[in-house]
């Protein structure tokens, strides 16, 4: 781990059996947020009426238009979402990609990231950060950052192809990829994509101690989280998402 990591401890809320965790990087008052488990349903949050993304794996990053709510309730395509705009739960689905929340309290300005590998190696999380400063006037020192379960690089074996474009096109590289020795010869690495979205947010100019990950694999953790890897096709979807009120 690198000494500037931090993993923060979450808190869980349940109720009736439903259960999504919180962290205490996020916990601003006038900002509610959750990272979703496999006991959190996509009707259990239609009360709040979610923001989705029609994600494609990719950097694109969409501002909330002003525009009444019952407008945005399809899926917008992209893979983050930002807003100044108060009730509206801007909202991620996950199973093993990286949900990342952000909020600027000074400024009143969320985001909320779905990071893939295709997407991390193409910097969203940094790119996300610049849009709030560029459109909302947000300031990184004011940014905090969550970073809520995901596969952790335990789990994510890749091949060539992903190395190639990680090395390419991040200069991470060799902090966020590391081989075993007995996968050398079969050309495996693992990936830790927590550590990649954590060092873009510090590129990006977020404080250290304003980012905070909940430090759980999906992967290793079959009975709180889906996980793409380990499901396959079974697999169901988890929900994070982050509200001005």
Known sequence: MLAEEHCQTYHWVQNNGRSYLQLPVLNHPGVFHLFGTRFLGNSDLEHYKPIRLR????????????????????????????????????????????????????????????????????????????????????????????????????????????????????????????QESEKQEEGKWQLDLIRLNRLQLLGAGVPTDHIASAGLCTSCLPNLFYSFRRDKKKRGNMVSGIMLL
Not at 100 to 120: E, M, N, Q, Y
Not at 126 to 140: E, F, H, L
Not at 148 to 170: L, M, R, Y
Request: charged content about 20%.
């Open 55 to 178: 994600q494609v794996h990719g950097d694109r990053v969409q501002p909330v238009p002003k525009a009444p709510i019952s407008a945005l309730l399809q899926a917008i395509e992209g893979d983050a979402l930002v807003t100044e705009i108060p009730n509206r739960f801007i909202s991620v689905g996950t199973a093993d990609c990286v949900p990342i929340l952000l909020s600027d309290p000074v400024k009143r300005v969320t985001a909320a990231i779905h990071a893939g590998w295709r997407g991390s190696v193409r910097n969203i999380a940094d790119k996300t950060v610049q849009k709030m400063i560029a459109v909302y006037g947000a300031k990184p020192e004011n940014i905090f950052a969550g970073i809520g379960p995901a596969i952790h690089s335990c789990c994510f074996e890749v091949a060539s192809d992903v190395v190639a474009a990680v090395e390419k096109q991040t200069p991470h590289a060799h902090a966020v990829l590391h």
